[in-house]
């Protein structure tokens, strides 16, 4: 049988990534077998498990997945004229526009990790993961003249993550909210009180 090339490769791996999503966000970690996985796949068990080997290793394949492409969003953040504004719009394309699966997925492998040590330690560092990137895009626009803060920016960066996670949760649980107000109302007082941009699309 002819092997299959990179990008087909890659190509089936993400369907399969996708469809491990859907199932998980749908019937939940423990509620999900294998099985369902290559049924929402429309795979054989030996293609599955070719792949991902277990149930954890899928959750680190989507986590590595959204390390990838959290990474390729704030290289565009990064090179905006505003900074904030450009996060703003992150925030709202993650909470309001994004399939609710993802969000709801979020959560139930935040509760898995409650149980599991090895999806604590996937969990525990991508949001390290995470935190450095925001971290290293704020320093280097504030570094760049950008942004100017009122707070030491570990505080700062704590903060978003906990605003971000809170709007997540928000956005998952009341969908029928105008999350995008909130975000914005959230980020009005950012810009008023923690960092200034000397760039502000937003301003009225």
């Given at each position: ?13 993400q ?13 939940g ?15 054989s ?86 935190s ?52 914005a ?7 008023a ?12």
């Amino acid at each position: 049988m002819p092997k299959l090339s990179p990008l087909r490769l890659a190509t089936r791996r993400q369907a399969i990534l996708e469809a491990a999503e859907r199932a998980f966000a749908r019937d939940g970690f423990h509620g999900t077998s294998m099985q369902a996985i290559c049924r929402e796949a429309g795979i054989s068990p030996g293609t599955l498990y070719l792949y991902f080997p277990s149930k954890v290793a899928l959750i680190e394949g989507l986590c590595e997945r959204d390390r990838h492409e959290i990474r390729d969003a704030l290289s565009h953040v990064e090179v905006a004229a505003d900074i904030l504004s450009a996060l703003e719009d992150m925030l709202t394309h993650y909470a309001c526009v994004e399939p609710q699966e993802r969000r709801a997925l979020i959560f139930e492998i935040g509760a898995e990790a409650q149980r599991n040590p090895e999806v604590a330690k996937i969990m525990v560092e991508t949001d390290a993961f995470f935190s450095t990137l925001i971290r290293n895009t704020i320093l280097k626009a504030i570094a760049d003249g950008k942004l100017i803060p009122h707070a030491d920016v570990e505080a700062i960066v704590a903060l978003l993550f906990a605003v971000g996670d809170g709007i997540l949760w928000r956005a998952t649980i009341r969908p029928e909210l105008d999350n995008r107000a909130i975000i914005a109302t959230i980020f009005t007082l950012l810009r008023a009180k923690l960092l200034t941009p000397t760039v502000d699309t937003r301003a009225s």
